[in-house]
T-cell receptor, first 109, second 113 residues
Framework: DAKTTQPNSMESNEEEPVHLPCNHS???????IHWYRQLPSQGPEYVIH???SNVNNRMASLAIAEDRKSSTLILHRATLRDAAVYYC??????????FGRGTSLIVHP | DTGVSQDPRHKITKRGQNVTFRCDPI?????LYWYRQTLGQGPEFLTY????????KSRLLSDRFSAERPKGSFSTLEIQRTEQGDSAMYLC???????????FGQGTRLTVV
């Protein structure tokens, strides 16, 4: 698995877009990029994943740099319920989700 | 509810006792993972199963830890001779195959006193 680097914390205001960055400079060509989030007192929850192209789903968008050494999770309109720890994982092969410390997102009303 | 379920949700045990946790994955999921999470840290991988075969174990999984997945269905994680350092949230997850989303249970919170 490629090592990922994320900021420890970020803050946003409600209703504003949030861009959560992740660096994975040692990613290999077959590693997928996955994002999970964990709300307080709950297990992690899958958000989105991609390989090369940008991806959109009902929860978020994933923008992957052309060289794949970084990616950005985009929450289009943050709500208070989006306050969570967001984990970026770059993994291939047998794919075992391997978590770092993630980014703690604080959303202000 | 067709999600991943874990039992019990909370367990308090005395140091030196054995404990066993159960995980019921989503029924068609072949892969099952166990993690441990302490306060302020991300989940740490312990072990995973592909159907009934235990394919990988972390170095975190000491000899006191054992996991099984008989018949590729539910899984159990047993900790023998518990220590205070075993106090943590134990999470189970399942997925259909590699590189698909993993679904996590709510976890079992273990407190060793």
């Amino acid at each position: 698995d490629a090592k990922t680097t994320q900021p420890n914390s970020m803050e946003s205001n409600e209703e504003e877009p949030v861009h959560l960055p992740c660096n994975h400079s040692t990613i290999s060509g077959t590693d997928y990029i996955h994002w999970y989030r964990q709300l307080p007192s709950q297990g992690p929850e899958y958000v989105i994943h991609g390989l090369t192209s940008n991806v959109n789903n009902r929860m978020a968008s994933l923008a992957i740099a052309e060289d794949r050494k970084s990616s950005t999770l985009i929450l289009h309109r943050a709500t208070l319920r989006d306050a969570a720890v967001y984990y970026c994982i770059a993994s291939g092969g047998s794919y075992i989700p391997t978590f770092g410390r993630g980014t703690s997102l604080i959303v202000h009303p | 509810d067709t999600g991943v379920s874990q039992d019990p949700r909370h367990k308090i045990t005395k140091r030196g006792q054995n404990v066993t946790f159960r995980c019921d994955p989503i029924s068609e999921h072949n892969r099952l993972y166990w993690y441990r999470q302490t306060l302020g840290q991300g989940p740490e991988f312990l072990t995973y199963f592909q159907n009934e075969a235990q394919l990988e174990k972390s170095r975190l999984l000491s000899d006191r830890f054992s996991a099984e997945r008989p018949k590729g269905s539910f899984s159990t994680l047993e900790i023998q001779r518990t220590e205070q350092g075993d106090s943590a949230m134990y999470l189970c997850a399942s997925s259909l195959r590699a590189n698909t989303e993993a679904f996590f249970g709510q976890g079992t919170r273990l407190t060793v006193v």
